[in-house]
């Protein structure tokens, strides 16, 4: 990193293939509060001994280590970042607004030509640019407050080169202008009924694994068990919650931005079920936020609409 914070910009490129990188089409707007993540950190090396055939620790050289490269960035939620996040490990089809739901089948590796190669792009010393190859969400976390309105989005990334070296002069760095969501503008339920939030949080991990297979860096993703947990903090959380997680009850919390067929609209429907809560001494109600797990049915499946447009 250079001794100023100036002229760091991050981008990203979709790629056709796995394992070809490309140059960056469009940039990304990191959420300030986040710094100015490094890619360098979760690069982990696995170092690989070398033996002389005499008895004992006695190795004299480590040969080149094996990369899985990876790193998480702290970004500004808005329904184009979704898209480009989701379309590699959901399924997708588009009438009104894009609807993703979970692959189903044998389609448990992400979509092929929906990779991304990652860039930190620093102007100010392009010999100091980094880039990823065939960067693919792991996870994706979502919160926001009243006292915080953006709606903060950490994705976590996998990749499988890490270049340290790269020029990246010749990409696009292009901010997004697309509308951002905002906690103002939310509109939170349960079973479908409009409800105060004071303040929430909710994780998507879409168990994303990079297997090596006996090369020197990852050959292959797959997708493991979707896994989903949350809090929500509404103004109430009175005797009806607190019956529903005695008794095991699901309920459908929803997350909705804009109204459907709009430019920035955003849908999060999750079948939940509440986790380990708490009771305030000698009250029927729970202390300060209330944790979901996913608790997908038959009747109701988790999925995400988004309207970039």
Known sequence: MSIT??????GFGVQSVFGTPVAASSGLRVNKSGGLPDFVPNAALVEA???????????YSEVAGIERPGCTLPLQARPGLLDILLEQVMSSATVTDTT????????????AD?????????????SKDKRLTDGVVKSIKLS???????????????ASVLDVTNDASGGTFTRPTEAFWLHKGLT???AGTPTKCVEWDITFDFG????IDNGTAIQEYLLGDLVITGNFKTPWADEDILTDFRTSVGNTLTWQWGSSGSAGYGLITVPAKYDATSEDENEKRLDNTVPFKLAES???AFEVETNAA
């Open 5 to 10: 914070t100036k002229g760091i910009v991050y």
């Open 49 to 59: 001994k070398q033996y002389d055939g005499r008895w004992g620790d006695s190795d």
């Open 100 to 111: 993703y739901t979970l692959k189903s089948g044998t389609s448990c590796t992400p979509t």
């Open 114 to 126: 929906a990779y991304l190669t990652l860039f930190r792009r620093n102007s100010l010393a392009s």
């Open 144 to 158: 926001s407050s009243e006292s915080s309105q953006m709606v903060a989005c950490e994705v976590e990334f996998l």
């Open 188 to 190: 939170f339920s349960i």
């Open 208 to 211: 994303t694994h990079g297997y």
């Open 298 to 300: 038959s009747g109701q």
